[in-house]
């Protein structure tokens, strides 16, 4: 499946139903993708899960050294978000029920794409929050495993 494949949504349910078939009659060769799907998806997870448990550490462990962080209409660097959002995101995170409703992973190379829609609910600084949103993730491969290197959140 192309990337941009991966941006569009399944346009029914045959579609969807024929790419689970091609994909569970792929040759060998496919599990190694499978297995950095997995490492992919890894990642991404242990960097939400460090963002909800208030571990900024562990959460920046998942960013790339050259990571841009594009939230809020702005851009940041490794540095700027470790002292700005990072902290935000955090008491956010950790306040709010998350549902991740969709989600796709494609990877090429050296490189890998995390794109999902997900659904947050809840109570934050008083206010109540029923939001969904979008997020884009690029990783790159490391001597250290995947790494994030471009995050893009979008919600409404």
Same mark, same amino acid.
Request: glycine letters at 8%.
């Given at each position: ?9 399944? &346009? ?114 008083? &206010? ?18 995947? &790494? ?9």
């Amino acid at each position: 499946m192309s990337i941009r494949e991966l941006l569009r949504p399944p &346009r029914s349910l045959a579609v969807g139903i024929a790419a689970v078939t091609i994909a569970a009659a792929a040759p060998a060769a496919a599990t190694a993708q499978t297995d950095d799907e997995a490492a992919v998806r890894a990642t991404v997870t242990g960097f939400k899960k460090a963002l909800r448990a208030g571990d900024g550490d562990r959460a920046i462990d998942h960013l790339h050294p050259d990571v841009q962080v594009f939230e809020g209409g702005h851009a940041e660097t490794l540095d700027e978000y470790r002292s700005g959002h990072l902290a935000a995101d955090m008491r956010f995170l950790s306040a709010v029920e998350t549902e991740t409703t969709w989600e796709a992973v494609e990877v090429d190379g050296e490189l890998a794409l995390y794109l999902s829609r997900y659904h947050t609910t809840g109570t934050f600084r008083d &206010r109540e929050i029923d939001a969904h949103g979008t997020e884009t993730m690029v990783l790159r491969r490391t001597a250290d495993g995947w &790494r994030i290197v471009h995050i893009h959140w979008s919600s409404r």
